[in-house]
């Protein structure tokens, strides 16, 4: 069994930065691929981005060039790195992880272990 945990959400100003943290747990083998996902009150949830254990990424159109994500693999931890933040951004942002082939790992498939969510909110 995998756990996430997230941490780093909190409020900027339009323009500003944050860095979230996503520390995994226990039996991770199964789990190569990691990703940053949102969901913002009365809306889908929508993937932002997706890095495999080889360090190969996808990222959503809404991010592309502002949100850059990464991974330590010593440390277990997954992190994502929002520049240039915008209103529309705000949302509850959610590490997740999945296995199987690095082709299915891109932020619009299916992941199966999902952190709590961190808060991430961006004032005009």
């Known amino acids: 069994q995998v756990q996430l945990v997230e941490s780093g959400g909190g409020s900027v100003q339009d323009g500003g930065s944050l860095r979230l943290s996503c520390a995994a747990s226990g039996d991770t083998s199964g789990r190569s691929c990691m990703g940053w996902f949102r969901q913002s009150p009365g809306k889908a949830r929508e993937g932002v981005a997706s890095?495999?254990?080889?360090?190969?990424?996808n990222y959503a159109d809404s991010v592309k060039g502002r949100f850059t994500i990464s991974r330590d693999n010593a440390k277990n931890t997954l992190y994502l790195e929002m520049n240039s933040l915008k209103p529309e951004d705000t949302a509850m942002y959610y590490c997740a992880a999945r296995g199987g082939p690095r082709f299915l790992c891109r932020p619009t498939s299916t992941f199966n272990t999902w952190g709590q969510g961190t808060q991430v909110t961006v004032s005009p």
């Open positions: 890095i495999a254990s080889d360090g190969s990424t």
